[in-house]
């Protein structure tokens, strides 16, 4: 009985790996899907966050706006979600992405 030694080594936790080396030069097709990782992935979680904090915040009797306010907030929040996306979420979104590249290959 034979065994490869590379089918067995153990996984290590990512802390313990060393750094990948970044995807070879990629296609139209592949950084339209990167993009699209990285528009949902910063979206979906700033969005979410956004619309979190909001909730947490009291609404005041005085200089609350009603209906009309919670509304452009909400336009407001979408605007700062895409912004922050735009920004950062290529971290966030990189590992997924190698995750989903992995599996297709």
Do not use: C, W
Request: overall charge positive; proline content about 9%.
């Amino acid at each position: 009985m034979r065994i490869d030694p590379a089918a067995s080594r153990p996984l290590l936790p990512a802390a313990y790996q060393a750094p990948s080396p970044p995807p070879p030069a990629a296609d139209g097709g592949e950084q339209e899907t990167r993009r699209a990782f990285q528009s949902f992935v910063g979206q979906t979680l700033f969005g979410q966050m956004l619309k979190e904090m909001r909730k947490s915040v009291h609404k005041s009797a005085y200089f609350h706006g009603g209906r009309a306010e919670e509304i452009f907030q909400q336009q407001l929040d979408q605007v700062l979600a895409e912004k922050m996306s735009n920004a950062s979420a290529e971290r966030l979104s990189e590992p997924m992405y190698r995750l989903f590249t992995l599996g297709r290959r």
